[in-house]
Nanobody, 125 residues
Framework: QVRLVESGGGSVQAGGSLRLSCAAS????????MGWFRQAPGKEREGVAA???????RYTDSVKGRFTISKDSAKNTLYLELNSLKPEDTAMYYC???????????????????WGQGTQVTVSS
C-alpha cells in the first residue's frame, strides 16, 4: 500500500493552465503504473493519463496534446500538467497507483488499488 496526496487544483478560466502534484508516501519502485483520473458530479471516474514504470505514457483522447503526465522519482511525486483547459475539464482529479504488473497501463479506475483524496479543478468559460 502507498499513501497518495494530491495538490495543485484550483479555479482557472478557459485556456488557462494548472499543474497537479501527487506525493507518494513511499518509493513507488514497486508501482508499475500511476495514473490521473477525474470525476465530475454524477459521472463515472474517468482515466485521464497513466505512466508506466518503463516510461510509457497513455492519455485519453480528449486530453491528448493538452495534458502531460510525468514524475520525479527522487521526490516520489507524480505530476499532471494541464494546458488549454476547457470547462469540460472541470472535475475532482485523483491520483491512483496500480501495484500489479502490467505491460500497458490501464485507464480503468477498477484496475487501480491505491487512491488519493483528490484535488478540485474548476474551469470557467
Amino acid at each position: 500500500q502507498v499513501r497518495l496526496v494530491e495538490s495543485g487544483g484550483g479555479s482557472v478560466q478557459a485556456g488557462g493552465s494548472l499543474r497537479l502534484s501527487c506525493a507518494a508516501s513511499a518509493h513507488t519502485y514497486s508501482t508499475y503504473c500511476m495514473g490521473w483520473f477525474r470525476q465530475a458530479p454524477g459521472k463515472e471516474r474517468e482515466g485521464v493519463a497513466a505512466l508506466h514504470s518503463d516510461g510509457k505514457t497513455r492519455y485519453t483522447d480528449s486530453v491528448k496534446g493538452r495534458f502531460t503526465i510525468s514524475k520525479d522519482s527522487a521526490k516520489n511525486t507524480l505530476y499532471l500538467e494541464l494546458n488549454s483547459l476547457k470547462p469540460e475539464d472541470t472535475a475532482m482529479y485523483y491520483c491512483g497507483a496500480d501495484m500489479r504488473w502490467r505491460a500497458l497501463c490501464s485507464l480503468v479506475a477498477l484496475d487501480y488499488n491505491n487512491w488519493g483524496q483528490g484535488t478540485q479543478v474548476t474551469v470557467s468559460s
